[in-house]
T-cell receptor, first 112, second 116 residues
Framework: EDQVTQSPEALRLQEGESSSLNCSYTVSGLRGLFWYRQDPGKGPEFLFTLYSAGEEKEKERLKATLTKKESFLHITAPKPEDSATYLCAVQALTGTASKLTFGTGTRLQVTL | GAVVSQHPSRVICKSGTSVKIECRSLDFQATTMFWYRQFPKQSLMLMATSNEGSKATYEQGVEKDKFLINHASLTLSTLTVTSAHPEDSSFYIC????????????FGDGTRLSIL
């Protein structure tokens, strides 16, 4: 069974204080790993897709990396508007195509 | 970017009522749509996968007669919660993806369902 574990569960940073969120996964062949941002009372917003170990993608203050067992979401010099829950999900090569298995997320709070 | 619209955003109704939630892909054709349920501080749990023109595929433990899914066109899927009870209260979210199994899913803003 595919599994996704995210840590930490919650993270509080001061503005400008860089950090990383972790997503560990177990999957029967990885088709893709996805990062989403979710604001309270809203649906997840797509950030990145990573397909193979060693791949990296960047968007503004966010950078996602991938190894064979985990992915990191690096946040450089965060701002208060980066406060949200960040979700990681995996898609397996086998089983139902397109099905995503989500982790429980990391709730990030960035303070002034 | 891809836009998915979900309506209504919030529903409050009495026990025994049936509730219909709509999910539309506004700027792309979605051969596949997904319905999730999310409890507070928990992750998204997939309920069913909906393919245009065919029957939905339900995840284990999800009652297909309770949660009716229709995907009549490439831009619209509906979820009907039949004879809803308080335990059905939750945050329901739909998503849609372009054709191609490794395309990202784009999510609606969810429907907060409260059954009194």
């Amino acid at each position: 069974e595919d599994q996704v574990t995210q840590s930490p569960e919650a993270l509080r940073l001061q503005e400008g204080e860089s950090s990383s969120l972790n997503c560990s996964y177990t999957v029967s062949g990885l088709r893709g790993l996805f990062w989403y941002r979710q604001d309270p009372g809203k649906g997840p917003e797509f950030l990145f897709t990573l397909y193979s170990a060693g791949e990296e993608k960047e968007k503004e203050r966010l950078k996602a990396t991938l190894t064979k067992k985990e992915s990191f979401l690096h946040i450089t010099a965060p701002k208060p508007e980066d406060s949200a829950t960040y979700l990681c999900a995996v898609q397996a090569l086998t089983g139902t195509a397109s099905k995503l298995t989500f982790g429980t997320g990391t709730r990030l709070q960035v303070t002034l | 970017g891809a836009v998915v619209s979900q309506h209504p955003s919030r529903v409050i109704c009495k026990s025994g009522t049936s509730v219909k939630i709509e999910c539309r892909s506004l700027d792309f054709q979605a051969t596949t749509m997904f319905w999730y349920r999310q409890f507070p501080k928990q992750s998204l749990m997939l309920m069913a996968t909906s393919n245009e023109g065919s029957k939905a595929t339900y995840e284990q433990g999800v009652e297909k007669d309770k949660f009716l899914i229709n995907h009549a066109s490439l831009t619209l899927s509906t979820l009907t919660v039949t004879s809803a009870h308080p335990e059905d209260s939750s945050f329901y979210i739909c998503s849609a993806s372009h054709s191609g199994s490794n395309q990202p899913q784009h999510f609606g803003d969810g429907t907060r369902l409260s059954i009194l």
